[in-house]
T-cell receptor, first 113, second 110 residues
Framework: NAGVTQTPKFQVLKTGQSMTLQCAQD?????MYWYRQDPGMGLRLIYY???????DKGEVPNGYNVSRLNKREFSLRLESAAPSQTSVYFC????????????FGNGTRLTVT | GIQVEQSPPDLILQEGANSTLRCNFS?????LQWFHQNPWGQLINLFY???GTKQNGRLSATTVATERYSLLYISSSQTTDSGVYFC????????????FGRGTSLIVHP
């Protein structure tokens, strides 16, 4: 049972380069989320998708775009990477209803030089 | 938005000691979850606990929703308990979006 799978695990980019972080879940969950984790800041929500076909901004959406490709997959794109986007990125999913625990992927460590 | 404060920010224990971690939140919540992030960075859901008390082995959690706080108890701590503990809350209103606190970093020495 894979749960939530993120790729890649590590990535180094130069300023201005673009990349897409991939996330897939096999739990038939409706809701998916992208968080970033920075030292001392906890996890901050970038974007979320309450259901297939919908996406909404979270607390820190600037510099990112997302695509909910289908019910399983939710990707995060950095169009022009900046050093401030150096972080660990986590994808998560849940059923999207009350009483629903959040399940996380193992994270992507991104460094922008 | 809702504010989530965790205390203490850092905690160092000897193996076998007990500890209590606290999560305060500024508004009514529908849901509260506790997570453990291990030293490899993996985030594991420990408890879903919007109210009341739950126990799982050496860990237990209590949420007093009317007073807007939750406590995570770790008894007889082990080195494998090291890591960062986060609480996350969801506000009422239909959008099931967890908001996280900044975490408590726990180090358990052998």
């Amino acid at each position: 049972n894979a749960g939530v799978t993120q790729t890649p695990k590590f990535q180094v980019l130069k300023t201005g380069q673009s990349m897409t972080l991939q996330c897939a879940q096999d739990m038939n969950h409706n809701s998916m989320y992208w968080y970033r984790q920075d030292p001392g800041m906890g996890l901050r929500l970038i974007y979320y998708s309450a259901s297939e076909g919908t996406t909404d901004k979270g607390e820190v959406p600037n510099g990112y775009n997302v695509s909910r490709l289908n019910k399983r997959e939710f990707s995060l794109r950095l169009e022009s990477a900046a050093p401030s986007q150096t972080s660990v990125y986590f994808c998560a999913s849940s059923t999207g209803t009350s009483f629903s625990p959040l399940h996380f992927g193992n994270g992507t460590r991104l460094t922008v030089t | 938005g809702i504010q989530v404060e965790q205390s203490p920010p850092d905690l160092i224990l000897q193996e076998g000691a007990n500890s209590t971690l606290r999560c305060n939140f500024s508004d009514s919540v529908n849901n509260l979850q506790w997570f453990h992030q291990n030293p490899w960075g993996q985030l594991i859901n420990l408890f879903y606990i919007p109210s009341g008390t739950k126990q799982n082995g050496r860990l237990s959690a209590t949420t007093v929703a009317t007073e807007r706080y939750s406590l995570l108890y770790i008894s007889s701590s082990q080195t494998t308990d090291s890591g960062v503990y986060f609480c996350a809350v969801e506000r009422p209103g239909g959008s099931y979006i967890p908001t996280f606190g900044r975490g408590t970093s726990l180090i358990v020495h052998p």
